[in-house]
């Protein structure tokens, strides 16, 4: 817990929750309170939800909103942050703007910009888990943008990713699947310029996905069109 305070102590984005303070006897944080619910709760657990997938122009602007606070993170100097645990529970959605949050660092990591890496263990929710973090290697920031393209993907089609497999078999898919065919289709419907987008996210090769500098950039463009 100690570790996720000095990492929410350090950060300053208007689409991140933030943190006023904390106690250790009974453990809690302080934090800023959004009026809505998780991206999860949004999906599966309000009262008009039932695996309901979201408009493509509404699925965006949450994606921007995310895209825009790790573009933050990853940016920080001297010490960039992984957040490394990217999933729709860790999103608060604010009602009734729509405006998305990110929250929940309790397994990032600090990384100085002369060292790239940090260790797999212990990181993230396999359903969103990029294929390195599956070995005993090291991995770079890149991880939280493979979690991101799972997590656009599930607005748009409302299924959580391999929805219903052991997360041993979806470990097992992740990390064989270098052509990426066994990932989650996304609908017809959802423009070119998306799943283009989201395939790009979600490369099984780290240095072919793109950073979120170039997401935003690229979602914003697509805001315009």
Known sequence: MLGEIEIMRSIDHPSIVKIYGACMEPTCLILQIINGGSLHEILYCSSAAADVRLEESQAVRIARDVASAMTYLHEL????????????QNILIEAPSMRAYLADFGVSRVITTSLRTTTTIGA?????MAPELFGDGSVDEKVDVYSFAMIFCEMLTGQVPWKGIHPVRIAALTIDDETGETRPKLPESVSDSTKALIQ??????????????????????????
Not at 77 to 88: A, G, Q, S
Not at 124 to 128: I, S
Not at 201 to 223: M, N, Q
């Open 77 to 88: 100097k001297p010490k960039k942050i992984i957040h490394r645990d990217l999933k729709p």
């Open 124 to 128: 993230g929710t396999v359903n969103y």
């Open 200 to 225: 790009q996210c979600w490369t099984y090769g780290s240095r072919l996905r793109p950073s979120f500098r170039d997401i935003l950039s690229e979602l914003d463009r697509h805001a315009s069109l």
